[in-house]
């Protein structure tokens, strides 16, 4: 193997290797596996879980690669008369030296082109995860060749390099390398990744001088809510977990809310309504009104008065709830209703999505406004629909790729039809300014979504993301400044977006 690396000069706090000190990654990273036999004149070989290193026998500086280039080789010698090697090249640097493998050559071979392939489809897909899944391949390529010792055990092993033949590794377009900027994984940890059904952000609380003797502050969070009925809190400074799950029943969890600074309240498919504690983050109250799946949660901002939680489920069901006491308000039934799947809050009244239609009603039931196709013309109905004040609002279907933009005073039908390209379906859809985001269903058999960003004005699609391996099934705004979207259980994972 060839590695051209470029000299990296900084210094790092001490580790411990086989009785060796040494200085490794300010970042927390995992020695995976050392060869005594992987030697030249002046280094030995270490692999761990964030680079491939060289360690020098009379020094503890760490180098690691910036670009690999691996090839395998083989040294001339006397006796034996070639022995299985790396050349190991340092960019910018002339000189090059040779470290003999023997037998271990061909299985460093296939770990390093591993390990490389997953750190560059890490980068390319911002997504710090993948590094894990390629140590993890390489882990168990290294533990399989220890257990067969045999001469099937390499092309075995060559099984398991996931990232070196995969199509991930190839850049992605550029719209979504410039928009994209972190992802992070609800199910790292998991046997399988759980879709991610619901997202809420929080802005956390300001941290207090220990002198002051205040309670303590709150990061600024990112709540996940997923299809095994577990909430995952992210940290947003460095978008990192802030502890394990926190399971909510054992069901789907569908929505979830903030409630003043100090509760989430989540809905559940089981038709419960779990309200966290966000300093203890733990689940301490339940609400059991709905018979049915709960599907959305809003708060009400009626002038001039106090806020109440409004809660749906699919049956038709509405119920507003006292913040402090958590006693029912009031609530109403809409007739005729078997497919209430999202609710939305404008100013003293509610949108409903209720399949065949998108209506408008009073906080106390009373219909006000109904937007209807003919059943020839959609028989599917619609799934997500949003609304940009002042302005239009937006429906589409999960059955096929099509927007429509409505007026609410004219609602004898469409306004204006936008078909999203490589759209199966539509998901979810949210408005950030007067610009349109949409989670899209994949065309094809895999089924991978994009998000597409829809200028409302020009009614023009300005940009389409494919940041997913599956369906896009939710999507959140941070301060105009960001957008998430989260993905279906074959990815699992939430991807950060900046608004440009």
């Known amino acids: 193997m060839i590695f051209r690396t470029a000299h990296n000069s900084n210094f790092y706090p001490l580790a411990r290797l086989r009785g060796l000190k040494l200085k490794t990654a300010g970042q927390s990273s995992t020695f995976l596996c050392q060869r005594s036999t992987c030697r030249s004149r002046i280094l030995c070989g270490v692999c761990r879980n964030r680079e491939l290193l060289k360690i020098g026998d009379l020094s503890s500086d760490c180098f690691h690669p ?48 591993e390990m490389w392939a997953g750190k560059q489809t890490a980068h390319h897909h911002k997504d710090p995860q993948i590094l894990k899944q390629a140590a993890t391949n390489i882990l168990l390529m290294d533990a399989l060749v220890q257990c067969l010792q045999s001469s099937k055990a390499i092309y075995a ?49 300001e941290m207090q001088p220990q002198h002051e003797g205040g309670p303590e502050g709150v990061p600024p969070r990112v709540w996940c809510t997923t299809g095994n009925g577990r909430v995952t809190i992210f940290n947003t400074t460095t978008w990192s977990k802030e502890r394990d799950s926190i399971r909510a029943g054992h069901k789907r969890l569908t929505c979830i809310l903030a409630v003043g600074a100090m509760q989430v309240w989540v809905g559940s498919v089981d038709g419960t309504i779990y309200i966290l504690d966000t300093h203890s983050l733990s689940f301490n109250k339940q609400l059991s009104e709905h018979r049915e799946n709960v599907t959305s949660l809003v708060l009400s901002h009626i002038p001039n008065s106090s806020k109440r939680v409004i809660s749906c489920s699919i049956d038709g069901c509405v119920v507003t709830w006292n913040m402090v006491t958590l006693q029912v308000h009031h609530s109403f039934h809409i007739p005729n209703c078997s497919s209430l799947t999202s609710m939305m809050n404008d100013s003293d009244s509610l949108w409903c999505c209720l399949g065949k239609s998108i209506e408008q009603f009073t906080l106390r039931g009373k219909p006000l406004c109904k937007l209807s196709i003919a059943e020839a013309q959609r028989p ?19 059955e096929d790729g099509n927007l429509q933009a409505w007026d609410p005073k004219k609602p ?89």
């Open 66 to 113: 910036s670009h690999l280039e691996v090839e395998a080789t083989s040294v001339i010698s006397i006796f034996p008369p070639r022995v299985p090697a790396l050349k190991i090249k340092i960019k910018y640097r002339s000189e090059a030296f040779t470290a003999n493998l023997k037998s271990d050559r061909d299985l460093w071979h296939l770990m390093v082109k």
């Open 157 to 205: 092993a060559t099984k398991l390099a996931h990232f070196t033949d995969s199509e991930m590794t190839q850049s992605m377009p550029k719209t979504t390398v410039e928009t994209l900027r972190h992802k992070i994984s609800p199910s790292a940890g998991l046997a399988s990744p759980e879709a991610v059904e619901a997202l809420l952000y929080t802005t956390g609380t």
């Open 380 to 398: 599917q109905g619609f799934s997500c629909f949003a609304l940009i004040p002042e302005a239009h609002l937006w429906t589409a279907s999960r």
């Open 412 to 500: 004898q039908g469409p306004i204006r039809t936008l078909q999203l390209p490589d759209c199966a379906g539509v998901s979810s859809m949210i408005c950030v300014g007067q610009k349109l985001w949409v989670g899209g269903i994949g065309d094809g058999p895999d089924y991978v979504g994009k998000v597409y960003v829809v200028d409302t004005e020009n009614y023009t699609i300005e940009r389409e993301l494919k940041g997913h391996v599956d369906s896009v099934t939710c999507l959140l705004s941070i301060k105009d400044r960001y957008v998430l979207s989260g993905s279906g259980k074959r990815d699992g994972k939430v991807a950060i977006w900046q608004i440009i």
